[in-house]
């Protein structure tokens, strides 16, 4: 079983750039497909993206699509979500998810409910 830390969130403008991290550990990382949620003030947790178990396949909400960019390092157990040309609607608490999975698209990327949570970590973009 996987256990996952958040780690990157903060404040930034809008236009800027900001890195999440996500440390896994307890399981086999590369057997996990990885990915972000996240919640908005007042609203339901949405899908943001995911990776493959690989690396090898990407996909994102349309919201963030051409704006943010997942990769993994299966070596370090760590997953990164670098989001570029922030949105104050992109402000909300952002989720490290993870699914055991070897196929891809993995299910979280289809409309599943993640199985693994991180603990959550805030992005603020100001106007």
């Known amino acids: 079983q996987v256990h996952l830390v958040d780690s990157g969130g903060g404040l930034v403008q809008a236009g800027g750039s900001l890195r999440l991290a996500c440390a896994a550990s307890?399981?086999?990382?590369?057997?996990?497909?990885v990915g972000w949620f996240r919640q908005a003030p007042g609203k339901e947790r949405e899908f943001v993206g995911a990776?493959?178990?690989?690396?090898?396949?990407?996909y994102f909400a349309h919201s963030v699509q051409g704006r943010y960019i997942i990769f993994r390092d299966n070596t370090k157990n760590m997953a990164y979500l670098q989001m570029n040309s922030l949105k104050p609607e992109d402000t909300a608490t952002y989720y490290c998810v993870a699914e055991e999975t070897l196929a891809d698209p993995p299910f979280i990327a289809q409309g599943g409910w993640p199985a693994y949570w991180g603990q959550g970590t805030q992005v603020t973009v100001s106007s």
């Open positions: 990776v493959s178990w690989s690396g090898g396949s990407s």
């Open positions: 307890g399981g086999t990382f590369s057997r996990y497909a």
